[in-house]
């Protein structure tokens, strides 16, 4: 089980930037994919982006182009770097793994989770 934390949210306007950033602790970091959901008020919990051990990245739709995730295996540590912020992605942002496995399904199947981070977007 890897222990997971989470930083970096807060308040932001519309249009700004936040990056947030997930430090794990507890196994060997290299061999788990990870990734970040969020979950807004009344809404359940949906997928926002993942990155395995290589680098390779994937993002829901409503994120691409303004989301950028990535990981330093080194620091044990990946990184949601969040541009032109909209209200519409308030929610508690999760960080997450699982244990690598030969088929890749990025938006299912993780069995590790933090506690989250708060990001609000308002004026």
């Known amino acids: 089980q890897l222990q997971l934390v989470e930083s970096g949210g807060g308040l932001v306007q519309p249009g700004g930037s936040l990056k947030l950033a997930c430090v794990a602790s507890?196994?060997?970091?290299?061999?788990?994919?990870m990734a970040w959901f969020r979950q807004a008020p009344g809404k359940e919990r949906e997928f926002v982006s993942a990155?395995?051990?290589?680098?390779?990245?994937v993002y829901e739709d409503h994120v691409k182009g303004r989301f950028t995730i990535s990981r330093d295996n080194e620091k044990n540590t990946i990184y949601l770097q969040m541009n032109s912020l909209k209200p519409e992605d308030t929610a508690i942002y999760y960080c997450t793994a699982k244990p690598m496995t030969t088929h890749y399904t990025p938006r299912t199947g993780y069995n590790n989770w933090g506690r989250g981070t708060q990001v609000t977007v308002s004026l």
């Open positions: 507890g196994r060997t970091f290299g061999g788990y994919d």
């Open positions: 990155v395995r051990g290589s680098g390779f990245a």
